[in-house]
């Protein structure tokens, strides 16, 4: 199993960014893809996960502005990050669990900065 994310870049304060991770090899019908991020010199946060089964949440901070979706068929899941703060800057991972197993991709760096 692989997991490659995409999308990252540099934006100013307020824009929009989407990234999107797309796992491939053995995946499972039923399995949750979350995503994550680490700030630099700070521990890796989750930001938020959806199952295959349409169950999607999200961590306090993110709520209103980060939004999860997944496309089952192309085994990809999606982040949508609008009004980005400069404390949004971090590496974006994503996971995949999966029948216990956990998978990390290598993430993808976003830059909020004027």
């Known amino acids: 199993v692989q997991l490659q994310a995409s999308g990252g870049g540099l934006v100013q304060p307020g824009e929009s960014l989407r990234v999107s991770c797309t796992a491939s090899?053995?995946?499972?019908?039923?399995?949750?893809m979350s995503w994550y991020r680490q700030a630099p010199g700070k521990q890796r946060e989750l930001v938020g996960l959806?199952?295959?089964?349409?169950?999607?949440n999200y961590v306090d901070f993110v709520k209103g502005r980060f939004t999860i979706s997944r496309d089952n068929a192309k085994n990809t899941v999606y982040l949508q990050m609008n009004s980005l703060k400069p404390a949004d800057t971090a590496v974006y991972y994503c996971?995949?669990?999966?029948?216990?197993?956990?998978?990390w991709g290598k993430g993808t760096q976003v830059t909020v900065s004027s």
């Open positions: 959806a199952t295959t089964g349409g169950y999607i």
């Open positions: 090899g053995s995946i499972f019908s039923t399995n949750v």
């Open positions: 996971k995949l669990l999966q029948g216990g197993t956990e998978y």
